[in-house]
C-alpha cells in the first residue's frame, strides 16, 4: 500500500513542478458518481447501482497543439451500494488521461470534447451482509481495473468547468466465466489555477 501512495504523491509534485515551467493548467475537480457493477452470466444479467458515490482530486491540463489537449488527473473515488441485506463501502484510487478538443463559444466560454483511458485500483472496501462485515479484496475480486471513457465540458474564463462522463470498465473484476464489469458516470466541476 505505501508505495502505491508514493506514487501518487510523486505524480501529484510533478503536476504541479511541470505547471510552472509551461501554459499547461492544473485544476482541483470534485463531483458526483453513479457507479455500476454490471454482472450477467449466460442469459441472466443485472447490475448493482451506487446509492452515494463522491470523487475529488487533482488534475493537469497539458497543450499539445492549438485546441488540443491531453487531460490527466488522480482522483479519490467513494461509493456506496445498498440492497436489501447487502450493502458495500469501496475505496480507489481514478486515474483518468483524456484527449480532449476545445471549440470556443465566446470569448470567455469554451466546449470541450474528450476520450481516452481510465485506470483504477481499489484502496479498500467493505462488504456487509445482514450485519456482518469483511474485506471486500478477501474474496477473489480484482483491485486493478482499467476503462474506456467519453465525455465533454464546458469553460467558464479559464478558471472554472463543469463536466461529465462515462466511463466503461473493459475487464472482468471476479472470474472468466461471467462478465463483471464496472461502469462510472462522473458529473463534476473544475477549478483552474
Known amino acids: 500500500m505505501k508505495p502505491l501512495f508514493k506514487f501518487a504523491a510523486a505524480a501529484v509534485v510533478a503536476l504541479c513542478s511541470i505547471n510552472g515551467y509551461s501554459q499547461n493548467k492544473t485544476y482541483l475537480s470534485a463531483g458526483y458518481d453513479h457507479v455500476s457493477y454490471a454482472i450477467s452470466e449466460g442469459r441472466i444479467s443485472g447490475s448493482f447501482n451506487s446509492k452515494l458515490g463522491l470523487h475529488a482530486g487533482l488534475g493537469m491540463e ?52 474528450f476520450a481516452g483511458p481510465v485506470a483504477s485500483y481499489g484502496i479498500s472496501g467493505k462488504l456487509g451482509i445482514d450485519g456482518y462485515k469483511e474485506d471486500l479484496y478477501d474474496s477473489n475480486l480484482e483491485r486493478f481495473d482499467v476503462k474506456a471513457g467519453i465525455g465533454c465540458g464546458i469553460e467558464f474564463n479559464d478558471r472554472f468547468g463543469i463536466n461529465v462522463s462515462y466511463d466503461w470498465g473493459l475487464l472482468n473484476l471476479v472470474d472468466e466465466d461471467t462478465s463483471n464489469k464496472v461502469n462510472v458516470l462522473q458529473a463534476g466541476i473544475r477549478l483552474y489555477f
Open 62 to 113: 497539458f497543450n499539445l497543439a492549438s485546441n488540443l489537449y491531453l487531460d490527466g488527473q488522480l482522483n479519490y473515488l467513494y461509493a456506496n451500494f445498498e440492497e436489501g441485506g447487502l450493502s458495500v463501502d469501496a475505496h480507489s484510487l481514478y486515474l483518468p488521461l483524456r484527449l480532449k478538443t476545445k471549440a470556443h463559444l465566446s470569448e470567455t466560454a469554451s466546449l470541450s470534447f
